[in-house]
């Protein structure tokens, strides 16, 4: 069974920046697309109350964002490490939340199915990111 272990977070100045990593143990990793969700504080901790934030695709040719974190993360992965990881450069307070990765099948993307936490099947336990005014 695949494991997904995410690097601490923090807490940072807004308009500072952080990286968050995220390892996975098992051989499924370099054909799985993996995602990046976010959780806000007071939102209900219900699978399907995270928010897209960011995924790549198996091989790492493609990469999709919300709008609202396009031009300031950047999301993309090392197979022969097994990790994918997150740039937050220019971080607001609104991006202030509980952070996840997960993996997926590799077809999951492009198409709705790469935005819907519903369809990812492992999830790492979550990092907490903290952005202050």
């Not at 991006?95 to 790492?124: E, F, N």
């Amino acid at each position: 069974q695949v494991q997904l272990t995410e690097s601490a977070g923090g807490l940072v100045q807004a308009g500072g920046s952080l990286r968050l990593s995220c390892a996975a143990s098992g051989r499924t990793f370099s054909s799985s697309a993996v995602g990046w969700f976010r959780q806000a504080p007071g939102k209900e901790r219900e699978l399907k109350e995270r928010e897209f934030v960011a995924a790549i695709t198996s091989s790492g040719d493609s990469t999709y964002y919300v709008d609202s974190v396009k031009g300031r993360f950047t999301i993309s992965r090392d197979n022969a490490k097994n990790t994918v990881y997150l740039q937050m450069n220019s971080l607001k307070p609104e991006d202030t939340a509980i952070y996840y990765c997960a993996l997926g099948s590799q077809y999951l993307c492009p198409g709705y199915r790469c935005y819907d936490p519903t369809s990812y099947a492992i999830w790492g336990q979550g990092t907490q990111v903290t952005v202050s005014s």
